[in-house]
T-cell receptor
Framework: KQEVTQIPAALSVPEGENLVLNCSFT??????LQWFRQDPGKGLTSLLL?????REQTSGRLNASLDKSSGRSTLYIAASQPGDSATYLC??????????FGKGTKLTVNP | NAGVTQTPKFQVLKTGQSMTLQCAQD?????MYWYRQDPGMGLRLIYY???????DKGEVPNGYNVSRLNKREFSLRLESAAPSQTSVYFC???????????FGPGTRLLVL
């Protein structure tokens, strides 16, 4: 059974800092990995999708990497801003359509 | 273009009552999903539909039924609500099975 772990569970940083969020998964037979953002009381917003054949994806200040063989992904956020404060969720998708989610990392960026 | 919409936003039920959560998407997506989100448990898939007329069980299907009414709409029904079904329910859709999933704003359900 696929399990997804996100470390740390919570992270607090000063504005302007570069930071890395970690995601690990137990079964490397994945189709893709997706990173989402969730603001309090809101739904999930897709940030990046990395296909299993890709090593990384970039969108603005966000860069996600994937090392499928070791079962790891990282989300790099450059020059963090208070507006980046949210919970970040990692999810993997295998051969079926089922997404398996981690429990998230709650990020707080302090002005 | 509203994306994925869900109704109601919030609902309180008594144990044993029934209700249907509604979800609609206007992106012409083929696949639709229902998740529940609980503190400490994360998001878990209840049911999904790969196309109109098909549905499949996810990780936690017990106590729920679904209907893919047409390509746009995917409803989730609780026939006899239990306190363990208190949760936040999210609907999502994707163009095809292995693509980006787009989420609705959620329905907060409290079962007393």
């Amino acid at each position: 059974k696929q399990e997804v772990t996100q470390i740390p569970a919570a992270l607090s940083v000063p504005e302007g800092e570069n930071l890395v969020l970690n995601c690990s998964f137990t079964d490397s037979a994945i189709y893709n990995l997706q990173w989402f953002r969730q603001d309090p009381g809101k739904g999930l917003t897709s940030l990046l999708l990395i296909q299993s054949s890709q090593r990384e994806q970039t969108s603005g200040r966000l860069n996600a990497s994937l090392d499928k063989s070791s079962g790891r992904s990282t989300l790099y956020i450059a020059a963090s801003q208070p507006g980046d404060s949210a919970t970040y969720l990692c999810a993997v998708q295998g051969g079926s359509e089922k997404l398996v989610f981690g429990k998230g990392t709650k990020l707080t960026v302090n002005p | 273009n509203a994306g994925v919409t869900q109704t109601p936003k919030f609902q309180v039920l008594k144990t044993g009552q029934s209700m249907t959560l509604q979800c609609a998407q206007d992106m012409n997506h083929n696949s639709m999903y229902w998740y529940r989100q609980d503190p400490g448990m994360g998001l878990r898939l209840i049911y999904y539909s790969a196309s109109e007329g098909t549905t499949d069980k996810g990780e936690v299907p017990n106590g729920y039924n679904v209907s893919r009414l047409n390509k746009r709409e995917f409803s989730l029904r609780l026939e006899s609500a239990a306190p363990s079904q208190t949760s936040v329910y999210f609907c999502a859709s994707s163009e095809q099975g292995h693509g980006t999933q787009y989420f609705g704003p959620g329905t907060r359900l409290l079962v007393l």
